[in-house]
């Protein structure tokens, strides 16, 4: 049985994603809501010319350090009923 090398956790250390990246991913987000999201996405998006640059000032500092807020590990999981399927009477 050969057994293959450890993987090379990568290296963020030199990770820095530019101010114009964050506004693109801001401006591509749907307008949707979700339960867990803090503030309204309509409004983030309309405000992100005034907050891309501590945003991205955040992320890069939480990839660089490894570290992240306990409220960016939170998820909010809902099931998406499918569509009912109608029986078909016997014939």
């Known amino acids: 049985m050969v057994s293959s090398p450890p993987a ?3 290296d963020f250390s030199s990770f820095t994603p530019f101010e114009s990246e964050i506004h693109k991913i801001l401006s591509k987000c749907p307008n949707n809501q979700c ?16 907050l891309v640059s501590a945003i991205t000032n ?10 992240f807020h306990p409220t960016y ?10 569509k009912q399927i109608r029986q078909r009477s016997a014939v």
């Open 8 to 10: 090379i956790p990568p």
């Open 35 to 50: 339960d867990s999201d803090p503030i309204l996405t309509r409004f983030l998006k309309d405000c992100a010319s005034v």
């Open 58 to 67: 955040i992320a890069n500092l939480s990839v660089i350090s490894g570290k």
């Open 73 to 82: 590990k939170e998820c909010v999981i809902s099931a998406l009923l499918k």
